[in-house]
């Protein structure tokens, strides 16, 4: 049973503590208890790592569990180039329906290795249009950086992450 996720206490946790005192204890909406919300506050500030460390864990489980695998050699001479899109999001494991788009990134690939990459870029005041303008430049710089003449309209692979884990510093997130 999924527990559901208190957005007053999500966003309080991620204020500085004087903060989030003054605007909920007394002085505030008076919601603050000294004895539950700094436990909250923690929950809520650590989540995305402890649910992505249980993700990780249970596909680790799955693993051990599997029978036997068989190795399979591929021949990556005639690796082509491919980009990755990373989303930095509120929830990186859902795809479907609403999510908080926090911060792109993108990277090209050829084969095995990383040929270029886009730094990850705050999405916070940009529109649904924007954002698609900024991926098409992504895979239009992409293509220009090809010398194959290879031409990219979509991404390969569209990667999520949480958005607590934003590289970018300074960030809101992370104040």
């Known amino acids: ?3 559901r996720v208190n957005k007053k206490c999500l966003k309080c946790s991620l204020l500085d503590t004087e903060e989030a005192r003054q605007l909920h204890g007394a002085e505030g909406d008076g919601c603050w208890d000294d004895l539950k919300c700094h436990k909250r506050r923690s929950h809520y500030r650590h989540r995305g790592d ?3 460390k249980r993700a990780l864990s249970r596909q680790l489980q799955q693993k051990v569990d599997t029978p036997e ?3 399979l050699s591929a021949d990556l001479s005639e690796s082509t180039y491919f ?3 990373i989303l930095y999001t509120d929830r990186p494991l859902r795809r479907k329906g609403k999510v908080l788009l926090h911060a792109l990134a993108a990277e090209l690939w050829f084969g095995t ?5 886009i730094e990850p870029v705050h999405c916070i005041a ?3 249009e924007q954002v698609g303008q900024l991926t ?3 895979l239009k710089k992409f293509s220009e950086y090809c010398d194959t003449g ?3 309209t979509v991404f390969s692979e569209i990667i999520c992450r949480d958005m607590q884990h934003c590289p970018i510093r300074p960030c809101p997130l992370h104040s």
């Open 83 to 85: 980009p990755l899109l």
């Open 1 to 3: 049973m999924a527990r």
């Open 113 to 117: 290795d990383q040929r270029a990459k």
């Open 136 to 138: 098409q430049q992504i």
């Open 69 to 71: 695998t068989l190795q």
């Open 50 to 52: 402890r649910n992505f």
């Open 150 to 152: 290879e031409k990219f």
């Open 126 to 128: 940009l529109s649904q």
